[in-house]
Nanobody
Framework: QVQLVESGGGSVQAGGSLRLSCAEFGYTYSISCMGWFRQAPGKEREGVAVIYTGGGSTYYADSVKGRFTISQDNAKNTVYLQMNSLKPEDTAMYYC???????????????????WGQGTQVTVSS
């Protein structure tokens, strides 16, 4: 069973930074894609950044390009999301997701991921 444990959310002023962490327990060597999604109140859950764990290729939503960076530490089975220059519109619950079976690149739609963390809140004040 795949278990994803997120940490690192919090409250910050606009322009500030946060780093989210997602530790994976269970099928470490089989997971091929991990990513971060977010959901603001009244909105759909959207993809923020994903990474192919086998080779490091990444995807970023246009709204976060140049500000957010997804990375992995294979020794710790952990994926990170470094968020810089945060804006009030980045306020949301952030979820880590993972799945198996992909090669080379990862999907960016939430429907493609079967394993989810519990979420961590990020609040950015103006």
């Amino acid at each position: 069973q795949v278990q994803l444990v997120e940490s690192g959310g919090g409250s910050v002023q606009a322009g500030g930074s946060l780093r989210l962490s997602c530790a994976e327990f269970g099928y470490t060597y089989s997971i091929s894609c991990m990513g971060w999604f977010r959901q603001a109140p009244g909105k759909e859950r959207e993809g923020v950044a994903v990474i192919y764990t086998g080779g490091g290729s990444t995807y970023y939503a246009d709204s976060v390009k140049g500000r957010f960076t997804i990375s992995q530490d294979n020794a710790k089975n952990t994926v990170y999301l470094q968020m810089n220059s945060l804006k009030p519109e980045d306020t949301a619950m952030y979820y880590c997701a993972a799945d198996f079976g992909y090669s080379g690149s990862c999907p960016v739609l939430r429907q493609e991921y079967n394993y989810w963390g519990q979420g961590t809140q990020v609040t950015v004040s103006s």
